[in-house]
C-alpha cells in the first residue's frame, strides 16, 4: 500500500516539475528572446500609383509567430503560428458581407399569407367597422353615411342644448365694464408672470455667478497645490529617474540597420535648398545610409526608406519594476493624489 502511494506522488512530482519547467522555459523566451522588426515604405509618383506603400513585418522565436502587414494591397494583416494562419483581417470582411446578404435574401424571401387577408385595428366580429375615414355602417339598415353629415344633424337637432351648456352661473357680464374687467385681469396676470421670469432668471445668474465663483476659486488652490509639489525635491528626483528610463528604452527601440533613399524637390528652388542645407546639417546623426537629392525643376517626393531593428521585453520590465519601486515616485503619486496632505 505503502509502495502505491510513494509512486501517485512520484508521478504528480514529475508533472508538476514539468508544469514548473515548461513555465520557466516561456518565461524566458518572452524575456530573453527578441521581437524583431522590419519595416519598409516606398513612395512613386505616376497614375495608378498609390501614394505611399508601407510593409511591416513582426517576427519571434525564429519566426514562431510572424505578422505581416502591408498598405495598401489585400491583405492588410495576417498572423501565422507555425506556418499556419490565424489571422486575415480581409477574410472576416468578407465573412460579414457574405452574412448581410444571405440576412438580405431570407428577408425578400418571405411570404405573404395565402389567403391574403390582413388584420384590421379596427375591425369587429360581427363585421360592423366603426366611423373610420369619415364612413359608418349601421347595424339595422346595413347603409354607410358620411361623419360629417351625422355630426351636422346632431348640430342641427339640439342646438338649444349646446346653448344651455354654454351659458351658466360663471358667465361673464356683458357690455363694455365686463370687457375692461377681462383685459385689466389678464394685463395683471401677465405683469405677475413677467415678474415671476424676471426672479427666476435673477436667481439663475446669481446662482451661475456663485458656482463660477468656486470653482474658479477651487482651479486656482489646485494649481498653486501641483505647483508647489513640482518645486519639491521629490518631483525632481523622480522626473530624472523617468528622464533616464525613457531615454534607455528609446536606445532599445533604435533601429539596428537604417536606410533611406530619397529624392526631394519644392515648388521653389529656394526651399529645396534649404531642405538640403538642413540635411546637411543632420549627415552626423543619419550617417552615409540617409543620401537625399534635390529636385529643383518640380515638387515631389520619391524614394525608399528601410528600417530594420529589434526589441527585448527585459529592459522595459526593469525600467517598470524601477519607476513602480521607487519612493520618491510613490510619495509624489500619494501628493498627486492628496492623500499625503
Same mark, same amino acid.
Given at each position: 500500500?505503502?509502495? =502505491? *502511494?510513494?509512486?501517485?506522488?512520484?508521478?504528480?512530482?514529475?508533472?508538476?516539475?514539468?508544469?514548473?519547467?515548461?513555465?520557466?522555459? /516561456?518565461?524566458?523566451?518572452?524575456?530573453?528572446?527578441?521581437?524583431?522588426?522590419?519595416?519598409? *515604405?516606398?513612395?512613386?509618383?505616376?497614375?495608378? #500609383?498609390?501614394?505611399?506603400?508601407?510593409?511591416?513585418? *513582426? /517576427?519571434?522565436?525564429?519566426?514562431?509567430?510572424?505578422?505581416?502587414?502591408?498598405?495598401?494591397?489585400?491583405?492588410?494583416?495576417?498572423?501565422?503560428?507555425?506556418?499556419?494562419?490565424?489571422?486575415?483581417?480581409?477574410?472576416?470582411?468578407?465573412?460579414?458581407?457574405?452574412?448581410?446578404?444571405?440576412?438580405?435574401?431570407?428577408? /425578400? %424571401?418571405?411570404?405573404?399569407?395565402?389567403?391574403?387577408?390582413?388584420? &384590421?385595428?379596427?375591425?369587429? #366580429?360581427?363585421?360592423?367597422?366603426?366611423?373610420?375615414?369619415?364612413?359608418? $355602417? $349601421?347595424?339595422?339598415?346595413? @347603409?354607410?353615411?358620411?361623419?360629417?353629415?351625422?355630426?351636422?344633424?346632431?348640430?342641427? +337637432? +339640439?342646438?338649444?342644448?349646446?346653448? %344651455?351648456?354654454?351659458?351658466?352661473? &360663471?358667465?361673464?357680464?356683458?357690455?363694455?365694464?365686463?370687457?375692461?374687467?377681462?383685459?385689466?385681469?389678464?394685463? =395683471? %396676470?401677465? *405683469?405677475?408672470?413677467?415678474?415671476?421670469?424676471?426672479?427666476?432668471?435673477? +436667481?439663475? =445668474? @446669481?446662482?451661475t455667478i456663485r458656482c463660477f465663483? %468656486?470653482?474658479? #476659486?477651487s482651479t486656482s488652490d489646485n494649481?498653486?497645490?501641483?505647483?508647489?509639489?513640482?518645486? /519639491?525635491?521629490?518631483?525632481?528626483? &523622480?522626473?530624472?529617474? !523617468?528622464?533616464?528610463?525613457?531615454?534607455?528604452?528609446?536606445?532599445?527601440?533604435?533601429?539596428?540597420?537604417?536606410?533611406?533613399?530619397?529624392?526631394?524637390?519644392?515648388?521653389?528652388?529656394?526651399?529645396?535648398?534649404?531642405?538640403?542645407?538642413? !540635411?546637411?546639417?543632420?549627415?552626423?546623426?543619419?550617417?552615409?545610409?540617409?543620401?537625399?537629392?534635390?529636385?529643383?525643376?518640380?515638387?515631389? =517626393?520619391?524614394?525608399?526608406?528601410?528600417?530594420?531593428?529589434?526589441?527585448?521585453?527585459?529592459?522595459?520590465?526593469?525600467?517598470?519594476a524601477k519607476v513602480y519601486w521607487?519612493?520618491?515616485?510613490?510619495?509624489?503619486?500619494?501628493?498627486?493624489?492628496?492623500?499625503?496632505?
Amino acid at each position: 500500500m505503502l509502495h =502505491i *502511494i510513494l509512486l501517485i506522488l512520484k508521478i504528480i512530482g514529475i508533472i508538476l516539475l514539468c508544469i514548473l519547467g515548461i513555465l520557466l522555459f /516561456t518565461v524566458c523566451c518572452v524575456l530573453l528572446v527578441p521581437l524583431w522588426y522590419r519595416v519598409e *515604405i516606398f513612395r512613386e509618383e505616376g497614375e495608378g #500609383k498609390p501614394p505611399v506603400n508601407v510593409r511591416v513585418k *513582426i /517576427t519571434w522565436l525564429l519566426h514562431l509567430i510572424n505578422v505581416l502587414l502591408c498598405y495598401p494591397a489585400d491583405v492588410y494583416v495576417r498572423a501565422r503560428i507555425f506556418l499556419f494562419p490565424v489571422f486575415r483581417m480581409p477574410e472576416k470582411e468578407k465573412k460579414a458581407g457574405r452574412k448581410k446578404e444571405k440576412d438580405g435574401r431570407t428577408q /425578400t %424571401d418571405r411570404k405573404e399569407p395565402a389567403d391574403g387577408t390582413e388584420d &384590421s385595428p379596427n375591425g369587429g #366580429k360581427d363585421g360592423h367597422a366603426d366611423s373610420v375615414g369619415g364612413v359608418r $355602417t $349601421t347595424e339595422e339598415t346595413g @347603409q354607410t353615411e358620411p361623419a360629417e353629415e351625422e355630426e351636422k344633424r346632431a348640430v342641427l +337637432e +339640439e342646438p338649444a342644448a349646446v346653448e %344651455d351648456e354654454d351659458a351658466g352661473p &360663471s358667465q361673464q357680464p356683458s357690455g363694455l365694464d365686463g370687457r375692461w374687467i377681462g383685459k385689466l385681469k389678464e394685463l =395683471i %396676470d401677465k *405683469i405677475k408672470e413677467i415678474i415671476k421670469k424676471i426672479k427666476a432668471a435673477a +436667481e439663475n =445668474i @446669481q446662482y451661475t455667478i456663485r458656482c463660477f465663483c %468656486d470653482k474658479m #476659486k477651487s482651479t486656482s488652490d489646485n494649481i498653486q497645490y501641483y505647483r508647489g509639489v513640482m518645486e /519639491t525635491e521629490t518631483f525632481r528626483r &523622480s522626473w530624472m529617474l !523617468c528622464k533616464r528610463q525613457v531615454k534607455a528604452l528609446l536606445k532599445e527601440m533604435k533601429p539596428d540597420k537604417f536606410e533611406a533613399d530619397l529624392v526631394i524637390g519644392a515648388e521653389d528652388p529656394a526651399a529645396t535648398g534649404e531642405i538640403l542645407a538642413i !540635411c546637411g546639417m543632420l549627415y552626423p546623426l543619419m550617417g552615409q545610409n540617409v543620401r537625399v537629392l534635390g529636385d529643383f525643376e518640380r515638387a515631389h =517626393i520619391e524614394g525608399y526608406v528601410y528600417m530594420k531593428g529589434r526589441i527585448h521585453a527585459f529592459p522595459f520590465l526593469c525600467a517598470a519594476a524601477k519607476v513602480y519601486w521607487n519612493k520618491d515616485i510613490r510619495t509624489l503619486m500619494k501628493l498627486f493624489k492628496k492623500e499625503a496632505v
